[in-house]
């Protein structure tokens, strides 16, 4: 059963948030799945059609994208203004007797996360906002907890990516997409990265991407004990296999984490939009 909610997290903030309940009982824990800069509701979409009949689910659209509102101050947009969204939703939804009822988080809370989300996802673990409710990561495509320092050429692109549906169509064809997802889907996709408002389009590649965040995961004394499962395309021309293995497994592991990575082959960075054969049994390993 799936539900709408629109969620009030900060003030100027509310969350377009969709929850499903699985027809049966489910004993695995929920997935909260955390979109890239650019998505929606609609970004994980298909891998939530195949989960939904076992596990419970939430998919929020991040400030500013979607059916989400956010603040007019362009620099209320950080990566840990979104954790603290996140939070607060969480927050919200185990307060919701429907939910309870059904035994949402009975069982804890995974965190799905791609690109931009997976560093959401990271700050949400390593300060422990969700502590004695989460089970683990699965990352997919996922940018470092630490700066990562841009080109000025690559950085400027990054800015003018969503400007207008050419710009944008040409982004995800020839950058973002290993595959071709057809003409319906590659609508809606250039209709979630031009539809965010100037300042979710504008946060992530002028300040998002510096924002350094890796004493978090080292800084904590009991460390980051949690399982993660970290997933790259092989296509993946943005977290290569290579900088997602010093940048993000190397720092997750030096924090306690137990991590795995699996590369799939002929896959871009939008492996969530791709929904690859072997994805789901990854998923679903990983968080069972």
Known sequence: ?????????????????????????????????????????????ALAARLSADFPLIRPALRGWGGST????????????????????????????????AGFFQHGLILLAH?????????????????????????????????????????????TAYSSRESAEMALKYVLLGSDVGADELRRLVDDCVGGSEQARMAWPKYGTREDYENLATSGAEGLKIPVTVVVGGLDGIETAERVEERVVRVL????????????????????VEAPE???????????
């Open 1 to 45: 059963m799936q539900s709408t909610h629109i969620i009030e997290t900060a003030p100027g903030t509310k969350l377009e948030v969709l929850t499903s309940i699985p027809t049966t009982r489910s004993t695995n824990p929920a997935i909260l799945f955390i979109h890239f800069w650019g998505g929606s509701t609609r970004t994980f979409g």
């Open 70 to 101: 956010g603040p007019d101050d362009p620099d209320a947009y950080k990566v840990t203004d979104n954790a603290d969204d996140l939070a607060a939703l969480v927050t919200h939804l185990q307060g919701n007797k429907a939910l309870s009822a």
């Open 115 to 159: 690109s931009m989300g997976a560093k959401i996802a990271q700050v949400l673990a390593a300060r422990g906002d969700l502590d004695g409710l989460l089970k683990g990561l699965v990352l997919i495509g996922p940018a470092p907890l630490g700066r990562l320092e841009l080109p000025a050429e690559m950085r400027e692109q990054q800015i």
């Open 253 to 272: 592991k030096g924090a306690g984490a137990s991590v795995t990575m699996t590369v799939l082959e002929g896959v871009g960075h939008l492996m969530p």
């Open 278 to 288: 072997g994805l789901e049994d990854i998923i679903r390993k990983s968080v069972q």
